[in-house]
């Protein structure tokens, strides 16, 4: 995994536009050895193909694959704007981050750093930031960005009969994670826990909390609090903010009237409903042709073929970590980490659902705009 330093960054920079945004980060480049002289050719003639704008206020200027030849060493350099570059098409840019690297490792590069800057509140961290050690931090994913939520967090039929044996064994497996002290089991078990409906109660704490986790309990028989139904608990120990996307999930699944999948679900699925977008439509798998597999060019011309259409569409990677995520944002489509020969899984729902996936299907077997 890229390690970045406080060297890899420059503060308070400032550009006219993003062809000089981007001769600097070129510049930067060379001069650290990273890159042969001529390397800027590639990263103009790359934004000229495609803009790197990834959303967030980010971009990702790189060369095009013939200019590899040029690059000593993988690395970047990090320019923060404060004041913002216009990148075209209404975009500014707060955050660029020029990237040098050989064969495929760019791949990792993108996957690494999307998945951090696609998290919740992550812009606005990096525009507040005003050390170098900062952003290095948060680029570095030092912040947490997700929840702990595995199978061992999950307990099943367990034999409670009461609420309080409910939350004090989800509490008791986020000790054993090492992610709440003493004090945070007690403060947990004594607040009353809330009731979300459809016999999902959620039990929260955040004292002693070293680590956002979340566990979940179902009792093997249900039985009733205060003449409400007891199904399940989801208890929350929270230190900062890497457990809202998985509210979102759970409040999908309220809304929708389905907690009864969570109720049903086994340990695996339990984790996937409370930690992955999931949705119910058409599905199609394709392979990826493209030799450097979806970099930023092909990554874009995915998106812009998903966007094209009313329904919501997810996709996965099959030789990835198999997490769905939005098709339609080019952050979170770069952060699958998608290669040569990698199979993606689609899923869309609504009206053009079909039409969706057809295009989509038509476009991955035209090379995504690098040719067949």
């Given at each position: ?52 704008f ?13 200019t ?32 040098a ?49 595995d ?45 979300l ?20 309990v ?30 979102k999930?759970?409040?999908?699944l309220?809304?929708?009237?389905q ?82 020969s ?20 038509e ?5 995504l705009?690098?040719?067949?």
């Open positions: 995994m890229l390690s970045l330093s406080i060297n890899d960054i420059q503060l308070e920079q400032s550009a006219g536009n993003k062809e000089q945004a981007i001769k600097a980060l070129a510049s930067a480049l060379e001069q650290s050895g990273l890159v042969a002289t001529g390397y800027v050719n590639g990263m103009l003639a790359r934004e000229a193909q495609n803009s790197t990834l959303g967030n206020g980010i971009a990702i200027p790189h060369g095009t694959t013939d590899r030849g040029l690059v000593n060493q993988t690395g970047v350099k990090i320019h923060h704007f404060p004041q913002g570059v216009n990148w075209g098409d209404g975009k500014t840019v707060y955050l660029a981050i020029g990237i690297a050989k064969s495929d490792e760019h791949l990792g590069i993108l996957k690494q750093l999307t998945k951090v800057l696609s998290a919740d509140g992550v812009e606005q961290k990096l525009k507040e930031s005003k050390s170098a050690e900062g952003v290095i931090a948060i680029l570095n994913g030092e912040d947490q960005i997700d929840a702990d939520f199978t061992q967090l999950v307990q099943l039929d367990f034999p409670a009969t009461d609420l309080l044996q409910l939350t004090a064994v989800a509490a008791g497996m986020i000790k054993n994670k090492q992610a709440l002290g003493t004090e945070g089991v007690a403060s947990m078990v004594a607040a009353e826990p809330t009731y409906g459809q016999g999902l109660w959620v039990a929260k704490t955040d004292t002693a909390v070293t680590r956002t986790t979340l566990s979940f179902k009792p093997s028989q249900p039985f009733e609090h205060y003449g409400q139904p007891v199904n399940a608990l989801l208890a929350v120990a929270a230190c900062n903010s890497a457990h809202v996307q998985n509210l999930h759970l409040t999908s309220l809304y929708n009237q907690v009864n999948k969570l109720l049903t679900a086994d340990n695996d699925k339990v984790v996937s409903l409370l930690t992955e977008e999931t949705l119910e439509g058409s599905e199609a798998t394709f392979q990826i042709r493209n030799p450097h597999g979806l970099h930023a060019r092909p990554g874009a011309m995915l998106v812009s073929t998903a966007k094209g259409f009313e329904s919501n569409i997810l996709v996965a990677n099959l030789d990835g970590e198999g997490k769905s995520v939005n098709a339609k944002s080019l952050m979170k489509v770069i952060a699958l980490g998608v290669k040569h990698h199979k993606l899984h689609f899923v869309a729902q609504g009206p053009d659902a079909d039409a969706a996936l057809a295009a989509i299907g476009a991955i077997a035209n090379g705009g690098e040719g067949k």
